[in-house]
Structures are given as structure tokens and as C-alpha cells.
């Protein structure tokens, strides 16, 4: 998680720097979910990183707004690539 920011915002230079940092920051949409979804997400975005803005604990992240309706098509996708059919019992 970010560290607090402390500075005087008389400064003009400080005001410049937030106004220029809040300008870039992406924008973001908490998502909470099941840590073994959570484990999911964090496999699809290892390698390009397009999805995380911030993981903030076992549970949460920020995830980039403009990329949310891929992410949970990456995951349902890979969710249906892990499940298990169920066994025929053979009973009949």
C-alpha cells in the first residue's frame, strides 16, 4: 500500500507534483474475491502486468478500470479450463 504523502500545499511546487501524480494515476476498481481466485488473477497478470494497479492484501485489488471486462473473461476462461467434469458412477 502507498505510503502517506506529506507537504504544504502553498508549496507550488508540491501542488504541481500532486496535480501531475493525480493526473496519471490510473484509475481503478476494487475487487474483493475468494484468495484462490485472487491466485488466478495474479497468473494471468504475471506476465504483462495489464490488469493489477495494486494488490492490497490476501483478498483485494485495484484492479485498471479500462481492462475489468477482459480480466473476467481471462478468468472465466481459465476457470473453465480447471474444472473437473464430474466421473459417471456407473451405477444404474
Known amino acids: 500500500m502507498p505510503k502517506a504523502i506529506k ?26 474475491c475468494d484468495p484462490s481466485i485472487k491466485a488466478i488473477i495474479l497468473k494471468i497478470d504475471q506476465d504483462k502486468h495489464d490488469y493489477i494497479v495494486e494488490d492490497l492484501d490476501d483478498q483485494t485489488l485495484v484492479i485498471k478500470e479500462n481492462r475489468l ?6 478468468l472465466e476462461e481459465e476457470l473453465s479450463n480447471t474444472q473437473q467434469m464430474p466421473e459417471d458412477s456407473g451405477s444404474d
Not at 7 to 20: A, E, K, S, V
Not at 21 to 30: D, E, K, N, R, Y
Not at 69 to 74: G, I, N
Open 7 to 32: 507537504g504544504d500545499l502553498q508549496d507550488p511546487y508540491f501542488y504541481w507534483w500532486c496535480l501531475t501524480f493525480l493526473t496519471m494515476a490510473p484509475s481503478g476498481v476494487l475487487v474483493e
Open 69 to 74: 471486462s477482459s480480466l473476467k473473461a481471462r
